[in-house]
């Protein structure tokens, strides 16, 4: 199963700015051509809520500006009115580290440290960046945590790969992304981006969805998929 960083309560008042300024820290050395991605899952204090999204797309705004940052995502769930997504690449540590260091990460953490009731950060390295998402809130997002039985892994990938470098050529698809967890060989998540549901069903219809859903049925131990709602999509 993935490691990760999840706080509660007056846990996360105390320890919220360590949490985001250490988490990957330099856990591990990226690969040649790896970018270093970040996914932060959020639960927001409901009466926060606005003020959380407000500070959060604030921050997504200048963070794309950051030397290194080719992408800063914001989604929420429209099953959990309270849950916040967040989705970052940068091009290496050296980027992530710069990042930390910046005045608007700081007023960001500071603004919200008391806002957030738990948190779930995984510091990962990019297998495929696939496509590319329009700036534009209401896109669905299809976040797919995977844990991919070991000696099984390389075949899985390879199927992986095949089905995200065909995916953006999909009617009202964008982005098919692939990472895996810096302190987990073997946990994939897949960041998929669509127009909407009808989009995503037809991609599940295409004749390579139906490949990679065939040969992989057997590679993967564990499954989790949460469908989201983009709030803010920035590139730079």
């Not at 981006?193 to 991609?203: G, I, M, R, S, T």
Request: aromatic residues 8%.
């Amino acid at each position: 199963m993935r490691k990760s960083i999840i706080m509660s309560g007056t846990a996360v008042a105390v320890a919220a700015a360590w949490a985001l300024l250490q988490v990957g820290g330099h856990q591990a050395v990226a690969q040649s051509g790896q970018f270093y991605v970040v996914t932060a899952d959020f639960e927001i204090v409901a009466a926060d809520f606005d003020k959380y999204v407000a500070a959060a797309k604030e921050n997504a705004a200048a963070s794309i500006k950051d030397p290194g940052c080719r992408e800063f995502n914001i989604a929420v769930s429209p099953k959990n009115p309270n849950h916040v997504y967040i989705f970052e690449i940068w091009e290496n540590v050296a980027a992530v580290d710069a990042h930390r260091a910046t005045d608007h990460l700081k007023a960001y953490l500071s603004a919200t440290k008391d806002m957030v009731a738990k948190r779930d950060i995984v510091p990962m390295w990019s297998v495929a960046l696939n496509g590319s998402s329009p700036a534009q809130s209401g896109l669905l997002i299809n976040a797919v945590n995977l844990d991919i039985v070991p000696a099984q892994f390389d075949a899985f990938m390879a199927l992986a790969k095949v089905n995200g470098a065909a995916t953006p050529k999909d009617p009202g698809a964008h982005e098919f992304n692939i990472a895996v967890s810096q302190t987990d060989p073997h946990h994939v998540m897949l960041y998929e981006v669509y127009d909407n549901a009808a989009a995503l069903d037809a991609h599940r219809a295409t004749e390579h969805v139906k490949t990679y859903a065939a040969g992989t049925k057997d590679l993967v131990a564990n499954r989790k998929v949460d469908q989201l709602s983009s709030v803010s999509m920035n590139r730079p």
